[in-house]
């Protein structure tokens, strides 16, 4: 992997809910190298100012190396978010990556499932695209508190299969989306998973459980966390996993799903995107 840090230029920031917006991004250097389930450290400021100091990090929904394009899927829960999406076509934007581990296609496998809560549909919009040219059927479930917390079908690749969760039942099945796994578990052969920490607990769990009945599926979670330096140094996102303390943004943030204690308590409980914290 090749880290760089790049003057993104703005392409668009689109609304597409109430809640939830598309930012494009020229980044050439960039978008050469990432992938799926990796993110960028991006400032939220203008180049002469210090607040907010820290930078913001946001996965890839979208990386478009033929074009030298990123995107992100965002939520805007605080100032640096909120900051971002307000800039004009054009604007640069300072930005580090690509950082972190990846999302992987098990070779042997076909049928991938995929489950994502609220804006932790983000990594997995950018996984579903790969999809076809490795010949790959998606089953995307996706679960938000109402109907604006829902990635709107149009902005997924045509060949994935979409279904829907809300918890106030304004669009598709009424309550969580891991209400919808045991339907699809017994087609796929491999799982990944990405959201509010207690829904991807709750996966773990249900997966488990399934796997009793249908035999085991490889299954890998992309983790949010609250980082300062995103680079491993600063040890702020630091997670227990089965084989000792792990950094979410240098050993991360995907994982796999058999790795992970559930025992920390110092994730945000808000996703701008999925690993920031606003």
């Given amino acids: 992997m090749t880290r760089r840090i790049e003057s993104a230029r703005v392409l668009r920031n689109t609304r597409i809910t109430e809640r939830l917006w598309w930012c494009e991004y020229k980044a050439p250097l960039i978008a050469a190298s990432a992938r799926p389930g990796q993110f960028a450290h991006v400032l939220c400021s ?97 679960g938000g508190r109402d109907a604006h917390q829902l990635t709107p079908p149009e902005w997924l690749h045509a060949n994935v299969e979409y279904h829907f969760a809300t918890d106030d039942g304004a669009l598709g099945h009424h309550g969580f989306v891991t209400d919808l796994v045991p339907d699809h ?43 300062g330096c995103a680079m491993g140094v600063c040890y702020s996102c630091v997670v227990q996993t089965t084989t000792g303390p792990q950094r979410v943004c240098h050993d991360g943030p995907v994982f796999p799903q058999s790795a992970l204690t559930w025992t920390w308590d110092h994730v945000p409980t808000t996703q701008p995107n999925v690993l920031s914290c606003g």
């Fill in 46 to 142: 203008a180049p002469d100012q210090l607040d907010p100091l820290l930078r913001r990090p946001l996965s890839f929904s979208r990386i478009e190396p033929d074009r030298g394009r990123v995107a992100f899927l965002i939520d805007i829960v605080g100032r640096g978010t909120a900051w971002l999406v307000d800039q004009p076509v054009g604007t640069e934007i300072d930005m580090l990556g690509p950082l972190g581990g990846s999302f992987t296609f098990q070779p042997e496998g076909g049928q991938a499932l995929m489950v994502g809560g609220g804006i932790g549909l983000a990594p997995l919009i950018a996984l579903t695209d790969l999809a076809p040219a490795q010949g790959v059927q998606v089953r995307l479930l996706a």
């Fill in 185 to 227: 578990f017994a087609w796929c052969d491999q799982v990944f998973v990405c959201g509010p920490t207690p829904m991807m607990r709750a996966m773990a769990e249900l997966t488990d459980e399934l796997a009793a009945t249908h035999g085991p599926r490889p299954a890998f979670t992309s983790l949010e966390a609250r980082m």
